[in-house]
RNA sequence: GGGCGAUUAGCUCAGCUGGUUAGAGCGUCUGCCUUACAAGCAGAAGGUCCACGGUUCGAGCCCGUGAUCGCCCACCA
């Protein structure tokens, strides 16, 4: 006997407990020693810090989709979770909760604020994998990685020192992106850039030599006017020709320095003259190296006014000096003018404060020598982009890079493994400390620096699989299949990541990527904790299911568009996870009454035992299922998937199939089928919606189903020989008729049991089930029908319901059928008698519209005939 | 300043290489407690595919111009 299932799916109880039973069972842990073919996926490792947002819950069904569906193709699937130490992300989400309970990162020292990050960790990692173990992600947790692991940390050093000992790491003294408030050194990408409203001031300096002549240069910056060492014009720049070589004095201070001849003045742009600020602006920096200036400083690493040249304005922050030296300017008479000026201002990603470029010493990576390798793996098509328009993306930007600024002045990350003698200054790179200075045998202290946290996710792909050991894993699954992100880390951790792979391992990390949307918010904006209007996955998980929130989400995975996600597509996806289970109610029973058993096995292809046209038709239909979601998949049409599986298995399983059921003679016969075609059905709805099926297809089988979970069923392939045309246009027939007797009876608002009358060929269709779908009583041929109201045609046929109604609106019906009709076979004719049309269109689209020219012209007979029939107004 | 994407039903979106009557979900309207499901069933209404021009036998789809919105990149002080 069958289960009775409750009367409602109840996500809330039934998913919870499939997730923990599926890592209790180790269900989805990889095997390196298989003989199978190997199919592997990284994890694109979330912040240890934060807490899974919708965002990660759409990478992660979408990976978990593809995921379980290469798994139930048999392969021997790895999808390797784990987190990244998101350094500055990390440190500053402690230092502020460190700091709501008092303390500060300085006062603690280095050690003690290590270690509390490392308990910070160790919760909010605990945490991420709970939530994802809930949302069904079908991970190998005994592989589970995280990038501050001791093995992973190996790499790191490895790569690092390799780097260097092959000069493509470097360090040195040079202007950077400066976040004042993080007070470290960020890269290129760490600065965004949005259009503001500043101003830029005109600002004039004195000849040195004849007062009261002034050369004016404008400036966004005026606090850096302290900085100054020269003043550049163009050298083309008629207006100051005889200003070059001359001195002038930089405003409130005494000092004069040199006009000196540079492109980098525009001759549009302001004034034409430009202030050259080596030590706090990057072009500026640039000319100061080919000229050979000095290089002054007026601003420290927090941003205040400091040194031997801030004067006055020592100690104010940099705007409140900005504010203070504008005014002082403009009481020396030497503001020539104010005006609003656009620019895009570099902010820092994390905390928003303006970037102040500044001068240090800090470690870089060579890109240009490793680029080259990760621009040829992606022209040769190594590796491959969806959509595929961020091909074009990538290689834009692998042309055009900058030196990669790699160390960061903060505490929470890998150490530097360079190592400095107090004593010679000597510097040692190593993989492991050194006992002492090889120089001078002096102590030798570790670099403070720690690296930017994507050199370590750069790793990411070979680091997990137990790289620089040749590990039994790295051979079996590295490079990797495929990689799911979203399009924000394409530069940070995609692009990386081939660099590194490629130059270290000799291959590329990962065969495909599929770059995944932004979820917004139903009006589309984005999700934001300050606007309010974030969407939580548990929340909404726990509202509607697991299954209906994972099926939004692949819904609505159109590649290359934004999710606009709105709660009533949930519930609609809710709705369907119910269908699903009242279908297995109603099966359930079916195989009751008929004492029928569970299905035979769960095969690879699906094919009706025995059984009638109906039986022939679903079977065929889920057939042609598997195969469009094998293609879809496939291609990573996501949404394509979804709206199959949702069509087929409303639509046409419950609305058709399951509705034929309930009359048939042959329960038995009927039941096997039954039972076969929903066991196949939940198999294509698994990898979209694991624990529904899980829970049905296990009660289908009562204990004792042929695989431990029908994730490791195998997913249904296309059997050839299962398609039934036949089945299919006889399916056609039966349900253009049904439909049409249907609108009929609901335009004459007939009560059941009203009679139906036909007349033309039927084509073998089965007026019983006709009948059943109908409610109609009876169903009977006529030679000919005339005089009667209601009628329509379908399938060569035309019908007619024996019940009164109103001539007119039955007149203006069918007259306007009439209209549609003669409109279609025009077009339709007119096609025909295109000379182009018949040479070039395909064949098949040619014979199409003759046939259905041939059928417009029947049906518009038929309805000229009724029109004829009626009886007069 | 460069580059990219979007504009299709009231709303949110599909529509893959040009070819049947442009589809779906939600919403709306009408009728149904038909013994799996009212989280349901059946039926219906609703579209000048942003505009203009072009290519083609044929354009929602290709090309050009423009409009509106959005995103990315960029060292014009």
Known sequence: MFPELAKAYTPQEIEPRWARAWVEQRLFQADAASPREAWSLVIPPPNVTGSLHMGHMLEHTLIDMVVRWQRMQGKNVLWLPGTDHAGIATQMVVERALAEQGQERKAMGREAFVEAVWGWKRQSGDRIQEQMVRLGASCDWSRARFTLDEGLSRAVREVFVRLYEEGLIYRGRYIVNWCPRCQTAVSDLEVTHEAETGKLYQVRYAAAEQPGEYLTVATTRPETILADVAVAVNPADGRYRGWIGRQVRVPLTGRTVAVIADEIAQPEFGTGAVKITPGHDPNDFAVGERHHLPQLVVLDETGHMSGEHAGAYAGLERFAARKRMVADLEGAGLLAGVADHGLALGRCQRCRTVIEPRISTQWFVKIAPLAEAAVEVVEREEITFTPENNRGIYLGWMANLHDWCISRQLWWG????????????????????????????????????????????????????????????????????????????????????????????????????????????????????????????????????????????????????????????????????????????????????????????????????????????????????????????????????????????????????????????????????????????????????????????????????????????????????????????????????????????????????????????????????????????????????????????????????????????????????????????????????????????????????????????????????????????
């Not at 137990?466 to 399009?487: Q, R, V």
């Not at 058709?656 to 039954?674: C, H, I, P, S």
């Not at 049905?696 to 296309?718: D, K, T």
């Not at 007259?815 to 064949?843: I, P």
């Open 414 to 873: 890998h150490r530097i493994p360079a190592w400095h003698c107090a004593g010679c200054g000597k510097m040692v790179v190593a993989r492991e400390a050194p006992a002492a200075c090889p120089g001078c045998g002096g102590g030798m202290e570790q670099d403070a620096d720690v690296l930017d946290t994507w050199f370590s996710s750069g790793l990411w792909p070979f680091s997990t699989l137990g790289w620089p050991e040749e590990t039994a894993d790295l051979k079996a699954f590295y490079p990797t299949s495929l990689l799911i992100t979203g399009f924000d880390i394409l530069f940070f951790w995609v692009a990386r990541m081939i660099l590194l792979g490629v130059h270290f391992t000799g291959q590329v990390p990962f065969r495909e990527v599929y770059i995944h949307a932004l979820v917004r918010d139903a009006d589309r904006q984005k999700m934001s904790k300050t606007k309010g209007n974030v969407i939580d996955p548990l929340v909404v998980t726990e509202k509607y299911g697991t299954d209906a929130v994972r099926f939004t989400l692949a819904a609505m995975a159109a590649p290359g568009t934004d999710i606009a996600l709105a709660e009533e597509r949930m519930a609609g996806y809710a709705a369907f996870a119910n269908k699903i289970w009242n279908a297995a109610r109603f099966i359930f029973l079916q195989l009751n009454q008929a004492g029928a058993g569970a299905p035979a096995g769960s095969p690879a292809e699906l094919r009706a035992e025995g059984g009638n046209a109906v039986d022939r038709w679903i079977f065929s239909r889920l057939n042609a299922v598997a195969a469009s979601l094998n293609r879809s998949l496939g291609e990573y049409r996501f949404h394509e998937a979804a709206e199959t599986l949702y069509h087929f298995f409303w639509h046409e399983f419950c609305d058709w199939y399951l509705e034929l059921t309930k009359r048939r003679e042959d329960k038995a016969v009927a039941a096997a089928n039954l039972a076969a075609g929903f066991e196949g059905a939940l198999r294509l709805l698994h990898p979209v919606m694991p624990f529904v099926t899980e829970e049905l297809w296990q009660a289908l089988y009562a204990g004792a189903a042929p695989h431990a979970s029908i994730a490791l069923a195998p997913f249904p392939a296309a059997a050839l020989d299962a398609a039934d045309a036949e089945a299919e246009r006889a399916m056609a027939r039966l349900q253009a008729v049904v439909t049409e007797i249907r609108s009929l009876a609901a335009k004459a608002n007939a009560a059941p049991g009203f009679a139906v009358r036909w007349s033309g060929e039927d084509g073998g269709l089965e007026w019983e089930q006709v009948r059943a779908l109908t409610r109609a009583g009876a169903t009977a041929p006529v030679e000919r029908i005339e005089g009667h109201l209601h009628r329509g045609r379908a399938a060569g046929m035309e019908l007619q319901l024996a019940i009164a109604g109103d001539a007119e609106a039955e007149r203006g019906r069918l007259a306007k059928e009439r209209a549609g009709l003669a409109a279609r076979l025009a077009t339709a004719r007119a096609k025909l008698a295109n000379e182009g049309f018949r040479q070039r269109a395909k064949a098949e689209v040619v014979a199409e519209t003759e046939r259905l020219a041939g059928e417009y012209e029947r049906e518009l007979r038929q309805v000229e005939a009724a029109l004829g029939a009626l009886p007069e107004a």
